[in-house]
């Protein structure tokens, strides 16, 4: 049988090394990128444009656009929003177009575009994404959106949690090193998240800005069945 | 107190963002190419000179040296010797020269010259390399040669074991996710090494070309002191 093939990319520097064209790509930044982003859409967002640079943010700004951007966790001051998911309430984000742009996310989902799809993946739509994966009986790729290109510990694990689940379905296979290495972290934090988590460096850089009350959030699971997807030049749900 | 810092790298196409000019880098590649460098200096060669092409190493064996040059685990045909630790037998190598090329070890030798020191790690020497770092007390910073960029399992294994390792002299800290996770990893594993390392990728590699028969070997710990080190534009005993 041609079984299909499950592979975590652990930085956008790495991705060249894994592309396929293939492959539905999920583009994960538990803290605090596509947690935001699923947030959003939860909350009505119309759309979700990403931008790479904070200088194509600042244009549409100008051009009347709402914008969220941030850099090392920070709102840049000619923005409406940060990257905190608190921040996309349904009251502001309801029917609206929102251009977005962060440290690490929104360059990850640019590079993801090879792929045959792109979604958005966090906790928050975690089952819902593995089953829509399975239907679809394509190659799955998780890119990690990492910190600068370093590997992130909190966006490993959830590639372990989507990993597992998809593999439920025998017809899907991995010889992927860095899926396996997730999928055993997995294992050994899903007992107590919370208190795995405590060490991971983006809670020690959340923490040190007071930005990090949206932890436990960004760790819940199943709360949607909503999945954001790339279309073209903007995000909308699938 | 100012502690020092232990970091690891899973792909030399991450060494950028983790580059440390005040560290002391290890440059791993546990199958096989630093477990077989390691066995080299065990067994008495003179000096290795790793290149990182197989026009260099072929201009070398021209010239009369020595060479050892493999791609994907092949030995090349005009090479004296391929990438098993096998090959560097006491009566071939002791007091000869040797030109290296691999397909991803010896590229990453060459990325770590950066560092205040390069030193090559396997579990043959695991011990000896920790007790030197914790005597210099400067930055750890594991270099995992991986596959062709990609992460490799085995390689990151080692790294959680002299993380951990250097990690008992409390002198030393980590905040490095990459680092925790192949420590927690190295726990996982540990007690039953030769089953877990079943599933990676390389072994699955090194099996199809009837090359597996060294695993067993280069996760042997502890068989030497011997360190090899990086002067300039060649490998000897530290």
């Avoid at 982003?37 to 939860?42: D, E, K, L, R, S």
């Amino acid at each position: 049988m041609d079984q299909k093939k499950i592979e975590v990319c652990y930085s956008p520097a790495l991705f060249p090394y894994y592309e396929n064209r293939e492959a539905i790509v999920v583009v994960t930044d538990i803290l605090r990128a596509s947690s935001a982003i699923v947030t959003a859409f939860m909350n009505g967002v119309d759309r979700i444009i990403p931008v790479e640079t904070l200088e194509e943010a600042k244009a549409y700004k100008d051009r009347g656009f709402m914008v969220a951007a941030e850099r090392d966790g920070m709102v840049r001051d000619f923005a409406d929003f940060g990257n905190s998911p608190y921040n996309f309430t349904a009251e502001r984000v309801r029917g609206e177009q929102i251009v977005y742009s962060t440290t690490n996310g929104t360059n990850a989902i640019k590079l993801a575009s090879s792929g045959s799809q792109v979604l958005i993946g966090a906790y928050l739509n975690l089952k819902a994404l593995a089953q829509h994966i399975r239907k679809e009986q394509k190659d799955l790729l998780v890119l990690c959106a990492g910190w600068r290109n370093r590997y992130s510990l909190e966006d490993a694990l959830f590639a372990g949690a989507l990993a597992g689940m998809v593999l439920e379905d025998s017809r899907y296979n991995t010889v992927c090193d860095a899926t396996l290495a997730a999928m055993d972290l997995y294992d050994t934090a899903k007992g107590d998240m919370m208190g795995y988590i405590e060490k991971v460096a983006q809670r020690h850089r959340l923490k040190k800005n007071k930005l990090d009350d949206v932890i436990g959030y960004c760790h819940e699971t199943d709360l949607t069945g909503i999945i954001p997807v790339l279309r073209g030049d903007h995000l909308a749900i699938l």
